[in-house]
């Protein structure tokens, strides 16, 4: 079954550093996300993207962070200038419509971020 | 704006018995859908089981099954003879028109041999 791959699975930086995480969608799917979770806490939700552009984003997703899907198959999210509190596990999903029912997230096994 | 609250952070059930995890929800939206998402300590997501608010029937996934009552809002999962490997965090998440999931804070479950 079609998988959606997240690299690296944990990534260590300092503070103020640019961090790039890295995603491969499903093939077919057209829609794509990002989500968060800060260690014990709820899944958040950061942004969405379609036709290579943003659709939707949460307060969360402020200028520090910015997506782009740069060569049809790759989805990353930067982190431009990392703070403490940008530490989290950051799960990307993919769908093929927008209906979430008729077309599910598919989820990554996430990256484990750590800022120190 | 949607909300999910899921009010036991903790549960507890010993292997083959039956638990309940509840979750209620707030929106305007009169169609959306539901989710049950299990995380184990491996931190991946997994989807349990869903239901679609216009359907009325339950949805029933093998052991897993949900008891979902539209006019109070609430979406609660049971699973029935629980085992060890159901052990891990479980969010309700919400589906509405934006096709994003807005998720509760969890449930932690526990199965006791």
């Known amino acids: 079954e079609p998988e959606v791959t997240q690299t690296p699975s944990h990534q260590v930086t300092q503070m103020g550093q640019e961090v790039i995480l890295r995603c491969v969608p499903i093939?077919?799917?057209?829609?794509f996300y990002w989500y968060r979770q800060i260690l014990g806490q709820k899944v958040e939700f950061l942004v969405s993207f379609y036709n290579n552009e943003i659709s939707e984003k949460s307060e969360i997703f402020d200028d520090q962070f910015s997506v782009e899907r740069p060569d049809g198959s790759n989805f990353t999210l930067k982190i431009r200038s990392t703070k403490l509190e940008d530490s989290a596990m950051y799960f990307c999903?993919?769908?093929?419509?927008?209906?979430?029912?008729?077309?599910?997230?598919?989820f990554g096994n996430g990256t484990r971020l750590t800022v120190t | 704006a949607q909300t999910v609250t899921q009010s036991q952070p903790e549960m507890s059930v010993q292997e083959a018995e039956t638990v309940t995890l509840s979750c209620t929800y707030d929106?305007?939206?009169?169609?959306?859908?539901l989710f049950w998402y299990k995380q184990p300590p491996s931190r991946q997501m997994i989807l349990v089981i869903r239901q679609e608010a216009y359907k009325q029937q339950n949805a029933t996934e093998n052991r897993f099954s949900v008891n979902f009552q539209k006019a109070a809002k609430s979406f609660s999962l049971k699973i029935s003879d629980s085992q060890l490997g159901d052990a891990a965090m479980y969010f309700c998440a919400f589906g509405g028109s934006q096709g994003n999931l807005i998720f509760g804070k969890g449930t932690k479950l526990s199965v006791k041999p």
């Open positions: 929106t305007s939206e009169s169609d959306y859908y």
């Open positions: 999903a993919s769908s093929f419509g927008l209906s979430s029912y008729n077309s599910p997230l598919h």
């Open positions: 093939s077919n799917h057209l829609y």
